[in-house]
């Protein structure tokens, strides 16, 4: 089965702090994706990033980075300067690979930028 | 840009009463999915569908659930008789075909929010 953990509930920074958030997952899969998604709080589910077990690469997209450790199951995500715009509920998800393609949730970490 | 979309943006209804949640996927998409969202909680995969049948569900998609693609471009979800704790957010997602080695991205619709009283 697969299971996807964020520790953290709520976090609240002042704006333009770095934010962390932090996702570990567990799987059997050998190849396997995670993803990132924001929800704000009008509801819908945006797609922020994704990655591949095989490449463990990590990048920085804009304010967005992340941190993937297949050593520690880990795939942490970081919103640099962080905006008020910012403020969201954020999922990490697991999916396995080809014909497997359900997403497995975390809990999610909700994220207030104070201005 | 191509977006998945769903009917009604809320739907209220009283318990026991069938209600039918509507999904128009990406129009070459070929894999779709429902998830559900009980208020405050994480996102949680109930069904995906491919090629006219269920392709796996989840523990949650028991048998007052059901799913159809009545057509060539709507995806819907039927709950026979609602329960209080079938309130919740519905999406729908949708995936473009893909080879063995990859992963198509899912789709997500803005969700429909499911009121029973």
């Known amino acids: 089965a697969q299971k996807v953990t964020q520790a953290q509930t709520e976090i609240s920074v002042v704006e333009k702090e770095d934010v962390t958030l932090d996702c570990v997952y567990e799987t059997r899969d050998t190849t396997y994706y995670l993803f990132w998604y924001k929800q704000p709080p009008s509801g819908e589910l945006v797609f922020l990033i994704r990655?591949?077990?095989?490449?463990?690469q990590n990048e920085i997209s804009g304010r967005y980075s992340w941190n993937f450790q297949k050593s520690t199951s880990s795939f942490n995500f970081t919103i640099t300067a962080s905006q008020v715009v910012d403020s969201a509920v954020y999922f990490c998800?697991?999916?396995?690979?080809?014909?497997?393609?359900?997403?497995?949730f975390g809990k999610g970490n909700q994220v207030v930028v104070i201005p | 840009e191509p977006e998945v979309t769903q009917t009604p943006s809320h739907q209220v209804t009283q318990m026991g009463q069938e209600v039918i949640l509507r999904c128009v996927p990406i129009s070459n998409h070929l894999y779709f999915y429902w998830y559900r969202q009980i208020l405050g909680q994480k996102v949680e995969f109930l069904v995906s569908?491919?090629?006219?049948?269920?392709?796996?569900k989840s523990e949650i998609f028991d048998d007052q659930f059901s799913v159809e693609r009545p057509d060539g471009s709507n995806f819907t979800l039927k709950i026979r008789s609602t329960k209080l704790e079938d309130s919740a957010m519905y999406f729908c997602?949708?995936?473009?075909?893909?080879?063995?080695?990859?992963?198509?991205?899912?789709?997500f619709g803005p969700g429909t929010r499911l009121t029973v009283l």
């Open positions: 990655r591949n077990s095989f490449d463990e």
């Open positions: 998800a697991l999916s396995g690979g080809y014909g497997n393609n359900r997403l497995a």
């Open positions: 997602a949708s995936t473009a075909p893909g080879g063995r080695s990859s992963y198509n991205e899912q789709f």
């Open positions: 569908f491919y090629n006219n049948e269920i392709s796996e």
